[in-house]
């Protein structure tokens, strides 16, 4: 029955090229015998008998808007002209909709060149994109916020949490260690940072005595 339905949709598509497109006469067997080819190569290689299968979405960091939301602990300005843009971003970004996360950061860019937060949202949204892991347009984005304001805590905060999840350990302890030393005391920062930094130092194991003297 299935193939019924096949051949009449053929002919309806030539008799649509044919008549309705006013295809000029010494084309009409050039489309024909395409429409046929067409048709040749489906009935060797689909097959339009087998029931359908929905095809999974790929996998998006899970709760991503969530966790970045709540890590932002007062380095973001809430009600300035970024807090909007992050607001729709973050948005996007819980339902795994990384992509819409980053392009929505890029349209706030465009109008506020010079934010700070939406850069580092920016990197954000493209190492969640990434997998988790930093690209080099997410370092860019990181490295623009940190020379528009060197003593913003976000960048160096969020640039450190991308190579840690990417797995360069060293990498981020040297960034976040260097944050540690310039952060104030009652930085609402600060104890997690100190937190991370510990937990990454474990994760990093037992190092050799110059080592250690060079870590903050």
């Not at 300005?77 to 948005?91: N, V």
């Amino acid at each position: 029955m299935i193939w019924l339905w096949v051949m009449l949709a053929a002919l309806a598509t030539i008799a649509g090229i044919f008549w309705l497109g006013k295809l000029p006469a010494t084309a009409r067997p050039l489309a024909g015998a395409a429409v046929m080819l067409g048709l040749a190569g489906y009935a060797l290689q689909g097959s339009p008998s087998l029931p359908g299968k929905p095809v999974a979405a790929p996998e998006e960091p899970e709760g991503f808007g969530d966790v970045i939301a709540d890590q932002r602990q007062g380095m973001a300005d809430r009600f300035g002209p970024a807090a909007q843009w992050l607001g729709m971003s973050d948005g996007f970004a819980r339902t795994g909709k990384t992509e819409l996360a980053a392009k929505t950061l890029e349209k706030g860019l465009a109008r506020y060149p010079d934010n700070v937060d939406l850069w580092v949202g920016l990197g954000n949204a493209l190492t969640a994109h990434g997998g988790g892991m930093m690209s080099p347009a997410a370092a860019l984005a990181f490295d623009e916020a940190a020379r528009r304001d060197p003593s913003h805590p976000a960048p160096p905060f969020f640039a450190g949490l991308a190579l840690a999840q990417g797995g360069d350990l060293k990498g981020a302890e040297a960034v976040w260690g260097e944050l540690l030393a310039r952060s104030p005391a009652d930085a609402p920062w600060r104890a997690d940072l100190e937190m991370r930094l510990a937990q990454l130092r474990q994760a990093m194991g037992p190092r050799l005595p110059a080592e250690a003297t060079e870590a903050p």
